[in-house]
């Protein structure tokens, strides 16, 4: 089956986040991909990383066998990602450090992450995917 992408962002992650954890239990595996905006006269990411590991993400997760569900939730641009007021910075759930950032959701909680710094290794996507 396809994977099943929602996007979000700062103002609109609690209902788009509701809808996804609703339908959580269709799936195999849900991640929650933190990334950061485009800029609108690139069409490309402020940040290096997502720009790195973007395209590697979606080849592994389009790739899968299994029911993949994706909420991409975008940060904001870099001064509001860089306030350290940032709602997903303090957010308990997430405590964001960085982008791009890879969660598998399960269960209502954090299982598993990838950081900024290892989110464009396919190894660790894999392992994050299967739930190893």
């Not at 396809?2 to 339908?23: C, G, I, Y």
């Not at 904001?76 to 990602?81: I, L, S």
């Not at 306030?83 to 303090?90: E, I, K, L, T, V």
């Not at 954090?110 to 900024?116: H, Q, T, V, Y």
Request: hydrophobic content about 40%; charged content about 30%.
């Amino acid at each position: 089956m396809p994977m099943k992408v929602l996007d979000a962002t700062v103002s609109t992650f609690e209902r788009v986040f509701q809808k996804f954890t609703n339908e959580a239990a269709n799936n195999k595996a849900n991640l929650i991909l933190f990334l950061a905006d485009k800029d609108p006269s690139t069409n490309l990411s402020w940040c290096p990383d997502c720009v790195r590991a973007e395209p590697v993400i979606y080849k592994k997760l389009e790739a899968s066998a299994d029911d993949v569900a994706l909420l991409r939730a975008y940060v904001g641009d870099r001064p509001t990602w860089r306030n350290p007021q940032h709602p997903w910075r303090s957010d308990s759930r997430f405590k964001l450090k960085g982008v791009p950032t890879l969660i598998r959701w399960e269960d209502g909680a954090m299982k598993a992450r990838l950081e900024d710094h290892e989110a464009h290794l396919e190894h660790k996507i894999d392992a994050l995917l299967s739930g190893s």
